[in-house]
């Protein structure tokens, strides 16, 4: 449709497009003809109002709008309204440039403990959080230039160095850095050194085995933890010339970190025991949590420390066996026990258990569901389906949304059809979003859910003229107030300007020309995040526009006279 300009009451309008730095503050000013107007302003089509983030200033015929600390999000298109006239501006705030981390504080050395060195930090109170960091710690020792990288981490604001880590005994001094994507922030050394060095470690139940050769024969005596130890029992005491010998049978935990100390006439030497507990190798998500199909094999695998280890495998606490169809195996430290066809029943927590440690997996079986199933897209006050299978017809299962059950409601259904479990939504909201989960028992299926705005008016693609010198309008209506709309024309994105006019009011979105031409027509499409709609624009001269109304006219007066003379002949 088409119109004449209006007269506008605002005399200094907004500029098209303001951008700022992220933490900066966003100024509008606009400047009206009266004082005494009403006006208003707006942000995405929704009204503002004064917060400690938001000021809204007027002196006398200058209104100012300031958005203080503005954020990424913050970005938008800002409209001013007085009267019938208004101004836009597009808002568009950019990140601000990172530097390198900063060097952590508080670093503190623990030394009372046997042959190692805890080491603890803080991150810098004012460090960047959104960068991905990770703090690198490096030992150097006594009497050495070198520095070499012993610990790493993301999270982790506390290391324990022991003397197993070291190449050889001597006195170690440490220190700790920051580095990220920018750059790497300066060392911080950790106050003193200590002394580490290799220590004698010996699974638990084996043998330990130490021994010295001296530079001449001589009688010597060995201690445990200041205890005299005599030869008998689970202690062997050997001397062959030179060199002494001691062992300690089926060591166990409670020797963990016992001195050992040889002395003789002028010698005296000390060593730690280190007794291990035997110990599983870490378990990635990947092989802790497995979702197997049915039908498939389930191999659940996993290393101990020691080859000679002895494991027992559960199954929700029941300590499970070799059967048909299960196999319990052991390869040097590989234990793995592999079931050939998994079904429902397969489903739970497995257990790997030793003398000193427990290793856990969890176990999930399922039907498969197509992938693009799982992630449903989906247009406002449109129907949302949700559909999966489960093993048994009289499987019971219970849906959540972030979380939280679902009951059925006026809106909500939930069906169940033989092994079917269905959720529909009948007219999907933006509050509809979100992940939704089938649990059954042990099993559960997570299915994302996207509401996308729709357009609401015009329903179909529209046909429509202007005239040159006229005001054209191109308007639609979304679903929600806060939707988001790109305008092209002819395939290329439309950007305000002196003559056009890019406009949000509420749900309604609409592209103006001041004044138009016949370059203007074309196809205009309004496009959001799941729908379009098509306006057909052509544009006339206006020598046809006045010839087309001199014609109306003319057919209006042509018709009115021949009512005239047919009334005067019937009288």
Excluded at 349 to 357: F, K, N
Excluded at 463 to 471: C, K, L, P
Aim: overall charge negative; hydrophobic content about 35%; some cysteine.
């Amino acid at each position: 449709y088409s119109g004449k300009v209006r007269h506008s009451t605002i005399i200094r309008k907004l500029p098209r497009k303001l951008e700022v730095l992220e933490g900066e503050n966003a100024v509008f000013c606009v400047e009206v003809e009266s004082d005494e107007m009403e006006i208003h302003w707006f942000k995405d089509g929704l009204k503002l109002h004064e917060t400690h983030q938001t000021i809204l200033k007027s002196f006398g015929k200058t209104h100012i709008l300031v958005f203080v600390n503005v954020t990424y999000q913050d970005s938008g298109v800002v409209t001013f309204v007085a009267g019938s006239s208004k101004t836009s501006s597009r808002l568009k705030v950019k990140a601000t440039r990172h530097s390198p981390p900063i060097c952590p504080v508080g670093v503190k050395m623990d030394e009372d403990r046997p042959n190692s060195a805890l080491l603890t930090w803080v991150p810098a109170p004012n460090s960047q959080t959104s960068t991905r960091s990770i703090f690198v710690v490096e030992r150097q020792e006594v009497g050495s230039q070198e520095w070499q990288k012993c610990f790493t981490s993301e999270t982790a604001t506390t290391a324990e160095v022991a003397g197993d880590s070291v190449p050889c005994e001597g006195d170690y001094r440490f220190r700790v850095c920051c580095i990220n994507k920018y750059g790497r922030s300066g060392h911080v050394e950790f106050p003193k050194a200590v002394h580490l060095g290799k220590e004698d470690n010996f699974v638990e139940g084996e043998d330990a085995h130490f021994s010295i050769e001296l530079s001449a024969t001589m009688v010597g005596t060995w201690f445990l933890n200041s205890a005299q130890l005599q030869h008998g029992g689970r202690y062997s005491v050997q001397q062959s010339q030179t060199k002494h010998s001691l062992v300690i049978r089926e060591t166990c935990a409670a020797e963990d970190t016992a001195e050992i100390t040889f002395i003789a006439n002028g010698v005296r030497d000390s060593a730690v025991l280190r007794v291990k507990l035997i110990k599983f190798s870490p378990l990635s998500d990947l092989d802790s949590k497995k979702r197997v199909d049915i039908g498939d094999a389930i191999v659940l695998y996993c290393e101990v420390s020691h080859p000679f280890a002895k494991v027992s495998w559960f199954k929700d606490g029941k300590e499970m066996e070799v059967t048909d169809g299960l196999n319990i195996q052991a390869d040097g430290n590989m234990r793995r026990i592999v079931i050939q066809s998994a079904d429902a029943s397969h489903s739970g927590v497995y257990a790997c258990e030793t003398s000193g440690d427990v290793i856990k997996f969890n176990v999930d079986v399922f039907t498969p569901v197509p992938e693009e199933e799982l992630h449903k897209s989906s247009m406002e006050l449109d129907p949302v389906v949700l559909l999966c299978h489960v093993s048994a017809e009289d499987a019971e299962v219970v849906w959540y949304k972030d979380g939280c059950e679902v009951k059925p409601s006026d809106k909500i259904t939930l069906q169940a059809e033989g092994t079917m479990r269905r959720l529909i939504i009948r007219s999907a909201e933006t509050s509809d979003a979100g992940s939704y989960t089938c649990q059954a028992g042990n099993n559960n299926i997570e299915f994302t859910v996207n509401i996308k705005v729709m357009i609401v008016e015009p329903k179909d693609d529209i046909v429509m003229e202007g005239y040159v010198s006229e005001e054209i309008h191109l308007q639609c209506e979304l679903s929600r107030s806060s939707g988001k709309v790109c305008w092209f024309k002819d395939g290329q994105e439309v950007e305000e300007s002196n003559n056009v006019q890019l406009i949000s009011e509420g749900p309604y979105r609409r592209l103006s020309i001041l004044s138009g031409s016949v370059e203007d027509g074309g196809e205009y499409v309004c496009e959001t995040d799941g729908d379009s709609v098509f306006f057909q624009l052509s544009v006339k001269g206006r020598t046809f526009f006045f010839l087309f109304t001199a014609l109306r006219i003319f057919k209006a007066f042509f018709k009115r006279l021949l009512t005239v003379f047919f009334l005067l002949q019937n009288h």
